[in-house]
């Protein structure tokens, strides 16, 4: 098995989103990002077992600036997809993300680059 994570984006339901090459967060608000894992060797969605969990990292170039946060599972229907809700006032980095699965007691790490883009609302210019 080899996990990853797609991108979804316009999830209203269990049924009802779209895969995307990333997601996406906006400076200044509050930010629902939306995953789903994948077991790539067998090109299927992955199920963890019931009380898994999964934190995400978003990592920086300044590493101080690196925080984890844990994902939940916003549909009880299917535990594939995992939401990341961040605060305002919570940055991230455009570029990738570290997952670690706990399942069975067993942290099963993976990496997804270049996932996130975050939009700044700043106006600058040259």
């Known amino acids: 098995m080899k996990l990853t994570a797609k991108a979804l984006q316009n999830v209203d339901s269990v049924n009802a989103f779209k895969y995307s090459s990333q997601v996406e967060g906006f400076e200044g608000q509050p930010n629902d990002l ?3 894992l994948f077991d790539e060797h067998r090109g299927l969605r992955y199920i963890p077992a019931s009380g898994s969990s999964l934190k995400v ?4 170039v300044d590493t101080s600036l690196n925080y984890d946060k844990v994902a939940t599972n916003p549909f009880a229907d299917d535990r594939s997809i995992f939401k990341i809700s961040l605060a305002s006032t919570e940055t991230f980095s455009t570029g990738g993300l570290k997952f670690v699965l706990t399942e069975g007691g067993i942290d099963k790490p993976f990496y997804v680059m270049s996932i996130t883009v975050f939009n700044s609302t700043s106006v600058g210019g040259c």
Do not use: A, E
């Not at 990292?57 to 920086?60: K, L, M, Y």
């Open 34 to 36: 939306y995953f789903q």
């Open 57 to 60: 990292t978003f990592q920086n």
